[in-house]
């Protein structure tokens, strides 16, 4: 017989288990089921970032991104504290390196206050007050609300209160097929679904293209790289971040603490050629290159970004020792040679708007009363997936 369930998730990041935590939250006593392809917890972006609970000031006011990063950001510091995830309270400083970052460094602090975000402007000798490493020039913000915590740390615990609440989390088991109405899982078979979400990450806009939706988007990775000291836990107080470039979706490198007090560079945001392309040829299968080849001439034709600059800064940041210079210039004290471990990598699941070739900013959810689809969970997703899911699950129709 066919097993039926009200709601089927597929994928199990941050995204997927935040949402079927929120719809038990609001259905209790419905079957609810998570899939999952791997064996074990948050093995891809989930488990793979930096844990940096953002405040959410970088985003347009009027985004999904800017509402659901303030209020996940508190919300997840409460979860934490709640299920004993480690929290550290590092804040965070955004620095200058010259002059002219300064008109950017003010719109910044105007989209925080915009966004109903707690932002600081401060002066150089405020900077090296909150954080003696750093440096800026003229002035810089303090954040005191970003922090950090344990990524995978952060799914576990989901994952523990979904089945608390009565869920169900299958792990290596890839949903190989959907449609409205049911799931193929490797593990179970069809399963007749009430409502299908898809948070599958990677390949949440292939998941998509099942059931008719996101036509208008194809995944096109970057790959973040990271980079970890050798210097003493603590040495690295707050998180140090340069002025983004507002016409890319990536951050710049910068330097965070882990929630033990590590100090680590990176993310770089160099293109990956298939989408679990974390090093070597482990998961490289030809059609998904054939995919990226074809969809990066789309993106470097985009009059939408500063494509040519990113190219010119992103591509040297493959090599450690430009990555780690990069940041000698928010950090003075950081030397190639304390930078020499190397971390995770991490793929963004970033989206390409094919139509007019624009790399998606916000979050996009599209769907039905038959399924959701969590399509550009991009960073800070992992901050915002319980206001996300909050967000998400009332909106769906039954
Ligand atoms: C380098 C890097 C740094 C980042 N730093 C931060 C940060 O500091 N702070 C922050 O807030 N965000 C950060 N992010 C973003 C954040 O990690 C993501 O937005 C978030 O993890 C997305 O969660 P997800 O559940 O959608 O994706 P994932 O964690 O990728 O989960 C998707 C899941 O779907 C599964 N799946 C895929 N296909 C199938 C299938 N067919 N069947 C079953 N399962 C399937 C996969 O196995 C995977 O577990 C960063 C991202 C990267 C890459």
New binding site residues.
Partial sequence: MTPTVDLAV????????ALADAWLARNPGDRVVV????KH??????????????AGFYYAPDSLKARL?RDGNRMLREFCLERGVPLRETGKVVVTTSEEQLPALDTLYERGRANGVTLEMTDEAGIRELEPLARTVERGLWSPNTA?SS?AGV?IALAQRVQERGGRVVLD????GAAPGWVMS?TEGRVAAGHVIN??????D??AHWFGFGRDYRMLP???L?WYGTWEPGRLRRHVYPVPDARNPFLGVHL?VTVDGRAKI??TAIPALWREDYGGVKGMRGREVWDVLRTYPRFLRSPHHDVPGLVRTEMPKYFRKYLVSQAAALVPSVRPADFTIKGK?????QLLHVPTGKLEMDFVVEGDERSTH?LN?????????LAVADYVVERITR
Avoid: Q
């Fill in positions: 597929i994928g199990g990041g941050v995204v997927g288990m899939y999952d392809k791997e917890f948050a093995a891809h972006a989930s488990g793979r970032n930096s844990g940096v609970l953002h990063t950090v990524p799914v088991s890839a949903a190989t490797a948070a599958a990450g990677l390949y949440a292939t998941v970057f790959k973040g990271y965070t990176g993310p990598p991490g793929v963004r699941a969590m969970a991009v960073s800070p997703a992992w901050t915002s997936s």
